[in-house]
């Protein structure tokens, strides 16, 4: 099970990150390219994995 938190949460973060660069329009030839709320979706989208890889690697 940590195994497949660590490897969502990394997702998560990828995607986010992804996101955070299309809505403040660093990654063109995208509907979400120049959205900001796409960067706000990708904050909370990164920060999610960040909790999910934090999570469980503190579980037992």
């Known amino acids: 099970m940590k195994l497949l938190f ?3 949460g990394a997702i998560l973060v990828l995607v986010g ?3 955070i660069g299309q809505g ?3 990654i063109p030839g995208s509907f979400m ?3 900001m709320e796409w960067a706000a ?3 909370v989208a990164a920060l ?3 909790a999910l890889i934090v999570l469980s690697r503190r579980r037992r």
């Open 17 to 19: 990150a992804v996101w």
């Open 6 to 8: 660590t490897v969502v």
């Open 41 to 43: 979706y990708g904050a």
């Open 48 to 50: 999610g994995g960040l």
């Open 33 to 35: 390219t120049g959205h």
């Open 24 to 26: 403040f329009n660093l």
